[in-house]
């Protein structure tokens, strides 16, 4: 059974820090998702990463791919406010199948200013 | 319609209630997916749609859960006798591109909240 597991699961930090929010998966898969959730709203797609050292980069947020270490790393760079939400990270089923996506629990961003 | 539609958006229930719950795909996908996240979770899996054909249900958490796209289009999960541990927000969800089988990245709708008393 695949595993997604983020850190930390709530995380508090002040405008224009930096931080980085880790998101490890149990099995074999060459396909990872990074979703921003809003209070009440659906998922917004941030980033697919779809190879061993993939790196993409929006504004203050990058995202990383390390598959040998099955690893992933959402980082962000002077923090402003705006960017509290919950993240997601999901892994794409290895099996070849269709399956969807299994995702982490989130890790709830606060930003204060 | 350009994204992923569901109706309703809130729906309240009395335990023991039958609810039906709709999603309105991206135009044109042949893929569709509904997931479940209860409060404070990430989304989890529960079923699986090629065209009309329903291709994987192992994710639905009991026989009290019934998803159907009879015309591989507009898809209805529906929940009988519903039970408190049901309050959650269903959400369905297109891939990104038109093919069919492997998932890539997916389009959520907005959801639909419910919330058995």
């Known amino acids: 059974e695949l595993k997604v597991e983020q850190n930390p699961l709530f995380l508090s930090m002040q405008e224009g820090k930096n931080y980085t929010i880790y998101c490890n998966y149990s099995t074999t898969s060459d396909r990872l998702y990074w979703y921003r959730q809003d209070p009440g709203k659906s998922l917004e797609s941030l980033f697919v990463l779809l190879s061993n050292g993939a790196v993409k980069q929006e504004g203050r947020l990058m995202a990383s791919l390390d598959t040998k270490a099955r690893l992933s790393t959402l980082h962000i760079t002077a923090a402003v406010h705006d960017l509290s939400a919950t993240y997601f990270c999901?892994?794409?089923?290895?099996?070849?199948?269709?399956?969807?996506?299994?995702f982490g629990k989130g890790t709830h961003l606060i930003i204060q200013p | 319609g350009a994204g992923v539609s569901q109706s309703p958006r809130y729906k309240v229930a009395k335990r023991g209630q039958d609810v039906a719950l709709r999603c309105d795909p991206i135009?044109?996908?042949?893929?569709l997916f509904w997931y479940q996240q209860a409060l404070g979770q990430g989304p989890e899996f529960l079923t699986y749609?090629?065209?009309?054909?329903?291709?994987?249900k192992s994710g639905l958490p009991s026989d009290r859960f019934f998803a159907e796209r009879p015309e591989g289009s507009v898809s209805t999960l529906k929940i009988q006798r519903t039970q408190q541990e049901d309050s959650a927000v269903y959400l369905c969800?297109?891939?990104?591109?038109?093919?069919?089988?492997?998932?890539?990245?997916?389009?959520f709708g907005e959801g639909s909240r419910l919330t058995v008393l």
């Open positions: 135009s044109g996908h042949v893929s």
């Open positions: 969800a297109s891939p990104g591109g038109r093919l069919a089988g492997r998932t890539g990245e997916l389009f």
């Open positions: 749609f090629q065209n009309e054909a329903q291709l994987d």
């Open positions: 999901a892994v794409d089923y290895p099996g070849g199948g269709a399956d969807g996506l299994t």
